[in-house]
């Protein structure tokens, strides 16, 4: 275990971090506990769905793992480009998606609360 003190928005943190594996390079910890702890609604953490069928159009993808934590458009709605069509949960962040390109929402390939993968198509703006 190492310890580390971070400082977020003038609060300051002691963090334990645990290293797992050997070598170089980057090592992903395997448990992090800091104090105190910021107070978030409890995500639901279901399985990835099984791919629907994918709409032509621009897919728009998960940028890292997470959970869908709010869907802000539907199918057949018109978004601009820079629109946010979805908030993506991910290492207690809320982290907003998108739209790369204007047009019409041709599919919505998740729901609130899903667990998204890295590369999983979200939504299709055609």
């Not at 621009?58 to 458009?73: F, S, Y």
Request: glycine share 10%.
């Amino acid at each position: 275990m190492r310890k580390f003190n971070i400082k977020v928005n003038g609060t300051s943190y002691e963090v334990e971090v645990e290293e797992i594996g050997g070598g170089g390079g980057y090592v992903a910890p395997a448990a992090v506990a800091a104090a105190p702890a910021p107070s978030a609604p409890a995500a639901t953490k279901a399985a990835p769905k099984a791919a629907a069928p994918v709409a032509d159009g621009e897919q728009i993808k998960a940028p890292m793992p997470g959970n869908i934590w709010e869907v802000k458009c539907s199918v057949g709605q018109e978004v601009a480009e820079g629109d946010v069509v979805m908030v993506l949960e991910a290492m207690k962040m809320e982290n907003e998606i998108m739209a790369p390109c204007a047009g019409k929402v041709a599919s919505v390939q998740v729901e609130k609360g899903d667990a998204v993968e890295t590369g999983q198509v979200l939504l299709v703006i055609a």
